[in-house]
């Protein structure tokens, strides 16, 4: 439980507040590269609270600029874009990448006005299908050393969803081990589903033993959990002990606000922007260190359950999430369809659009979440130095699992199906033996 003003503290990231300051110290997933045609690369978005215009020059550089022209606040999400920058439909003044002003065509000729002129910019860098933006004061940093940053584009597959709640509990979501067994249920292994890409169809094929995860999920309905602070976050093992095996899942906390969790044999990075307060976008990256991801099959696959350019889901509050009480009794958990990401997103949108952390009552399967909560008030009070702060460093420890090992050796099950996973990618290659130490000791 929080006090109230801990829950503003932890949950507010627009201008001037602690967090904002915080995430604003970490590269922010802009959008899609998806989202930038060749025959217009312009794009309007909302981050941190902050109205932006992202575009591609011809030189194929990225920019964010403040949405509002620094003349009269023109809409630059309407700007032209051509010789070389991005030019404001009202009066034509020309912004280049940087928000430098290139041209000012209304003015008397041989003005210098526009070199005083400076629109709010950011620096952006596309790297494997999103863009993103730096949006701290100084030099931008190198990006950290992450695996899904080095995946081949054949390997790895991205999307983004809205979700009109608050990040924190958006991220606090991804690292609840239990609800699985809960939410994500499907009461019958056998049921077909609508055709979406659910839980189910990955879980069916979750381990290269025959066990059925979807059935442990659903008889084990208490996992044991362990979680390790790390310099990147929290790792947390989630165990289910059934009959003779542990089925072990490792997902991780990946300060200040991502889940890195595993999905069958691929990882799913789950980065959740602030769009302001009330709503975040939740970027999917997935990935895959053996081999490649149909990405155009996984795209039909999430244009069922989204509709694009909006990425807003097809099923939301307006209607009901498409619940079907008889599905509730016969087929899901939750009664909103087989997809996993509509069970959360019915979830923490029906917590309100900022959760009332004064209110809850935490519980043992909480664990991960009461460490993360720890870690962002600790960075918030500068108790403990930013996690990752300007460092370029391999993160070849953050790992992810979902296995089922043998009762009594998933400590070191987990770790050599990470190894042989990396050893087979061709591009990930192993581990470093000290962190690989650490993760046994873990
Ligand atoms: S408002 Fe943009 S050029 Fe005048
Ligand atoms: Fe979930």
């Known amino acids: 439980m929080l006090s109230a003003e801990q829950n503003e503290r932890l949950t507010r990231t627009g201008p001037g507040t602690p967090m904002g300051a915080i995430m604003r110290r970490y590269w922010q997933p802009f959008a899609l590269v998806e989202e930038f045609p060749d025959d217009r690369p312009v794009r309007e978005i909302?981050?941190?609270?902050?109205?932006?215009?992202?575009?591609?020059?011809?030189?194929?550089?990225?920019?964010?600029?403040?949405?509002?022209?620094?003349?009269?606040?023109?809409?630059?999400?309407?700007?032209?874009?051509?010789?070389?920058?991005?030019?404001?439909?009202?009066?034509?003044?020309?912004?280049?990448?940087?928000?430098?002003?290139?041209?000012?065509?209304?003015?008397?000729?041989?003005?210098?006005?526009?070199?005083?002129?400076?629109?709010?910019?950011?620096?952006?860098?596309?790297?494997?299908?999103?863009?993103?933006?730096?949006?701290?004061?100084?030099?931008?940093?190198?990006?950290?050393?992450?695996?899904?940053?080095?995946?081949?584009?054949?390997?790895?597959?991205?999307?983004?969803?809205?979700?009109?709640?608050?990040?924190?509990?958006?991220?606090?979501?991804?690292?609840?081990?239990?609800?699985?067994?809960?939410?994500?249920?499907?009461?019958?292994?056998?049921?077909?589903?609508?055709?979406?890409?659910?839980?189910?169809?990955?879980?069916?094929?979750?381990?290269?033993?025959?066990?059925?995860?979807?059935?442990?999920?659903?008889?084990?309905?208490?996992?044991?959990?362990?979680?390790?602070?790390?310099?990147?976050?929290?790792?947390?093992?989630?165990?289910?002990?059934?009959?003779?095996?542990?089925?072990?899942?490792?997902?991780?906390?990946?300060?200040?606000?991502?889940?890195?969790?595993?999905?069958?044999?691929?990882?799913?990075?789950?980065?959740?922007?602030?769009?302001?307060?009330?709503?975040?976008?939740?970027y999917d990256i997935f990935y895959d260190f053996r081999q490649p991801i149909d990405g155009e099959a996984l795209r039909a696959e999430k244009l069922k359950t989204y509709e694009v350019p909006g990425y807003v889901p097809r099923r939301n509050m307006e209607n009901r999430y498409g619940f079907y009480a008889d599905e509730q009794r016969t087929g899901t958990y939750a009664g909103v369809g087989y997809d996993f990401n509509i069970h959360d997103t019915m979830i923490l949108e029906g917590q309100g659009a900022i959760q009332d952390r004064s209110r809850e009552n935490l519980a043992y399967t909480d664990k991960a979440i009461v460490a993360a909560r720890k870690m962002l008030t600790e960075a918030l009070d500068g108790d403990i130095p930013l996690p990752m702060d300007g460092c370029a460093a391999r993160y070849d420890h953050l790992v992810s699992i979902d296995a089922v090992a043998p009762a009594g050796e998933w400590r070191d099950a987990w770790i050599a199906k990470q190894l042989d996973r990396r050893a087979r990618s061709g591009w990930a290659g192993g581990i470093a033996p000290a962190r690989l130490e650490a993760l046994r000791a873990s």
């Open 46 to 282: 909302r981050v941190l609270g902050e109205d932006l215009v992202i575009f591609r020059d011809d030189e194929g550089r990225y920019g964010a600029l403040a949405r509002r022209c620094a003349h009269r606040a023109g809409d630059l999400a309407f700007g032209r874009r051509e010789d070389g920058g991005l030019r404001c439909p009202y009066h034509g003044w020309l912004y280049g990448h940087d928000g430098r002003c290139l041209e000012q065509p209304a003015e008397p000729a041989g003005s210098t006005y526009r070199e005083r002129i400076r629109q709010p910019a950011y620096p952006c860098v596309e790297r494997n299908g999103i863009v993103y933006g730096y949006m701290g004061e100084g030099e931008a940093p190198p990006l950290p050393g992450f695996d899904w940053y080095d995946a081949p584009a054949s390997h790895r597959f991205v999307f983004k969803a809205l979700q009109r709640a608050n990040w924190l509990q958006a991220v606090e979501g991804e690292i609840d081990p239990a609800h699985l067994s809960y939410l994500h249920r499907y009461l019958d292994d056998e049921a077909e589903g609508d055709g979406t890409y659910g839980f189910k169809q990955f879980l069916a094929a979750a381990d290269d033993s025959d066990v059925s995860v979807t059935t442990i999920l659903r008889e084990v309905p208490n996992p044991r959990l362990e979680i390790a602070r790390t310099d990147f976050g929290v790792r947390i093992f989630a165990l289910r002990d059934w009959r003779d095996v542990t089925y072990v899942r490792v997902t991780n906390y990946l300060f200040p606000h991502t889940a890195v969790v595993a999905i069958g044999d691929w990882t799913l990075v789950q980065i959740h922007v602030p769009i302001d307060d009330v709503s975040n976008w939740r």
